[in-house]
C-alpha cells in the first residue's frame, strides 16, 4: 500500500511540475512592460512560427516567474533579442514596439 501511495504522489509531482513553467501553444502570459503597456507572450503564435521551448529555456529566459528586462536588455541576442533581430523574426526597433507592448 505504501509503494501504491509513494508511486502516485511522485507522478502527480511530475506532472504538475511540468505544468508550472511552460507556456504551452494556445496559452499566453502577460508581463508588466512599464509606460510602453504590457507585453504578451503567444506561445501559439510562436509554435505556429515554429519555436519551440528548447529555443528558449533555458537561455536566454531562465525558467522562472517574475524574469524583468529593461529598455537597455532589447539588444540582439539577449532575451527575445534572441529570434527578434529583424532577421529571424521582426526587429525590435520603434517602430516594432506595438506588436508586443499593448497598452
Not at 38 to 67: I, R
Not at 75 to 91: L, N, Q, R, S, W
Request: net charge positive; glycine share 14%; hydrophobic share 35%.
Amino acid at each position: 500500500m505504501r509503494i501504491k501511495v509513494l508511486i502516485l504522489t511522485v507522478l502527480i509531482a511530475v506532472a504538475f511540475v511540468g505544468n508550472v513553467f511552460a507556456t504551452a501553444p494556445g496559452k499566453s502570459v502577460e508581463y508588466e512592460g512599464g509606460g510602453a503597456g504590457k507585453v504578451v507572450f503567444d506561445g501559439k503564435v510562436h509554435a505556429d512560427k515554429g519555436g519551440k521551448c528548447n529555443d528558449c529555456h533555458t537561455s536566454p529566459w531562465p525558467m522562472k516567474k517574475g524574469t524583468k528586462i529593461t529598455m537597455a536588455d532589447h539588444v540582439p541576442g539577449k532575451f527575445c533579442g534572441k529570434c527578434h533581430d529583424g532577421t529571424k523574426a521582426f526587429g525590435q526597433g520603434n517602430a516594432d514596439c506595438a506588436k508586443c507592448h499593448k497598452k
